[in-house]
């Protein structure tokens, strides 16, 4: 299972939303989004970027680069084919496609195939959930990161349940995201079939060491 850490970029800096909303429980940090990559990259394969404002990959793409040298994935309001060439000019290896990207899903997937091009799905109301996991499926995606809203920046515990459902519906890599602070966490992901976990606030503020989970998980 494939530990991923993740760096949220809003306004030059490191943010960590709470549930997806600007609100009072929001977290920013004083490390720069370079630094945080730097030291990710001292053991991690892959480092997810998401650009909440989505015109930040100019300025902080190349400078990512330059201290990561593992695969570079990318999110954030992504809606063209012209934004997807620009990021892979950039050294990105994987763009994440939202639901707001619809209209290029066929396009993105046939051109750059779906080693390259990721699906992703943004959650708060489970129930349509596994239902919309099971058509990106259809659709030709092989991998979709799955974010609970109502898990992001909590720091209390995943969605489990909603997990497996996605994985089961969907029979594809599904990339959870949202909720993980403990180690046991882990584990129960591995038991629900998830092909790898994000984890962004747990290593900000370290409550969990990114080596040893890597160690511990990544070759699984």
Not at 94 to 114: D, F, P
Not at 119 to 138: M, R, S, T
Not at 205 to 213: A, F, I, N, P, R
Request: proline residues 2%; hydrophobic residues 40%.
């Amino acid at each position: 299972m494939q530990i991923i850490p993740s760096i949220f970029i809003q306004k030059g800096g490191v943010v960590s939303l709470y549930k997806g909303n600007e609100n009072a429980e929001k977290k920013r940090y004083s490390a720069s989004p370079v630094s945080f990559a730097k030291d990710f990259g001292e053991t991690a394969s892959t480092l997810f970027i998401v650009d909440l404002d989505g015109d930040q990959s100019e300025e902080w793409a190349p400078k990512i680069r330059e201290v990561f040298t593992g695969e570079l994935w990318w999110a954030g309001q992504i809606r063209s084919m012209e934004q997807i060439q620009r990021l892979m000019e950039l050294g990105v290896n994987r763009v994440v496609l939202g639901q707001s990207a619809k209209a290029i899903y066929s396009e993105a997937l046939e051109q750059y195939g779906s080693d390259k091009i990721l699906a992703g799905l943004q959650v708060k109301h489970y129930d349509d959930a596994p239902d919309i996991c099971e058509n990106l499926a259809q659709t030709g995606f092989q991998d979709i990161l799955l974010k609970d809203l109502n898990a992001e920046g909590t720091l209390f515990h995943p969605n489990f349940d909603l997990m497996e459902k996605c994985v089961y519906f969907s029979n594809k890599n599904v990339y959870a995201s949202g909720g993980v602070s403990k180690e046991r966490h882990l584990a129960l992901l591995k038991k629900a079939g998830v092909k790898g976990v994000i984890i962004g606030r747990a290593l900000y503020e370290h409550q969990l060491d990114l080596g040893s989970m890597i160690r511990q998980y990544q070759g699984e």
